[in-house]
C-alpha cells in the first residue's frame, strides 16, 4: 500500500486485499497488534530488523514472513515446473496465498481496542485458528486455488501449455514438503534474526523451491518420477539442509573476519 514504508509479504497481501487491514492480518498469522510497551503495531511500517524492534514481535513478524514466502516459493515453483513463465506463476501462487489468509483475516472484528484484544486472546485459547501453513488443509485450499489460476492463465493464453496432471501431482507432494519446512521455521525462538541457525532455517526456502520445480519439471516427461525428487518430505532432511546452510553461513562470516 501507498503509506507503507516497508516492502513484506504482509504489506503485498494487505494491497492485494484490502478489504483487510493491518490487525487482521497480524491476528491472523499470529502476530501481535502491540509491542511489549503497548504500543501499537502497523505491519506497513513495521521493520522487524530496525535496531529499536521489539524482539518478541520481530520474530513472529519474520516468522510469519517466511512461512509465507515458503508456501508461495514452493507452489510457484511447481507451476513454472509444469510449464507456466516464473513471474506468472510467481504472480499466482502470491494471488492464492493472500486469498487464502484473507479469508480467514476479514472474519476477524477489529471494530475497537477491546475487540482486537479479545481477538486474540481467542487465538491464545484455539477459539480463533490462526493460519497455519502447516496445516493439511489450509494447503489444500491454496494449491486448488493456485491450480486453477494457473489452468485458467493457460485456457486464455494459447502460448502456454501446462501439464495438469503433473502439477497437480506435484502439487499434492509440495504439501508435505511446505509444511515441514513451515514447521522448522515455527519451532525457531531465538530472537536474533541475524543468527545462523535461524539463516539457515530460512535459507531452505531456496532448497525447497529447486526440489519442487525439478520434481515438476521431471513429472512432466515421465509421470510418477517427481514425487522421489522432494526429500524435504522427510522432515529430518530438513533439518540436515538447515545445518548445512547454517554451517555454510557461519564459514562466511569467519572469512569475512579475516
Do not use: C, R
Not at 487464502?100 to 486474540?120: G, L, M, R
Not at 489460476?149 to 495438469?164: C, L, W, Y
Amino acid at each position: 500500500p501507498a503509506v507503507s514504508s516497508v516492502i513484506s509479504p504482509a504489506t503485498t497481501i494487505l494491497e492485494a486485499q484490502p478489504n483487510i487491514n493491518s490487525s487482521q492480518l497480524a491476528i491472523a498469522l499470529g502476530i501481535p497488534t502491540k509491542t511489549s510497551d503497548g504500543q501499537s503495531i502497523d505491519l506497513t511500517t513495521f521493520n522487524p530488523f530496525a535496531a529499536d524492534a521489539d524482539p518478541d514481535v520481530a520474530l513472529a513478524v519474520e516468522k510469519a514472513a517466511q512461512q509465507v514466502m515458503v508456501t508461495i516459493k514452493a507452489v510457484s515453483a511447481a507451476a513454472e515446473g509444469a510449464g507456466m513463465s516464473a513471474d506468472i506463476a510467481f504472480a499466482k501462487a502470491m494471488e492464492s496465498v493472500a486469498e487464502v489468509v484473507s479469508n480467514t483475516a476479514k472474519t476477524i472484528d477489529t471494530s475497537s481496542d477491546e475487540a482486537i484484544a479479545q481477538a486474540e486472546e481467542s487465538v491464545k485459547k484455539g477459539e480463533i485458528q490462526k493460519i497455519d501453513l502447516s496445516d493439511a488443509e489450509v494447503l489444500n485450499s491454496v494449491t486448488s486455488t493456485v491450480q486453477t489460476k494457473v489452468e485458467e492463465v493457460a485456457a486464455s493464453d494459447t502460448t502456454i501449455t501446462i501439464d495438469k496432471d503433473a502439477l497437480s501431482a506435484v502439487l499434492e507432494t509440495t504439501k508435505t514438503a511446505v509444511a515441514n519446512v513451515v514447521s522448522s521455521i515455527e519451532a525457531i525462538t531465538d530472537t536474533d534474526l541475524n543468527s545462523s541457525a535461524s539463516k539457515g532455517i530460512f535459507a531452505t526456502i531456496t532448497d525447497i523451491s529447486s526440489e519442487v520445480k525439478a520434481a515438476a519439471v521431471a513429472e512432466v516427461a515421465q509421470p510418477g518420477s517427481g514425487a522421489d525428487l522432494i526429500t524435504f518430505t522427510d522432515s529430518s532432511k530438513v533439518t540436515e539442509a538447515a545445518e548445512s546452510k547454517e554451517n555454510e553461513i557461519k564459514q562466511e562470516e569467519e572469512a569475512k573476519k579475516d
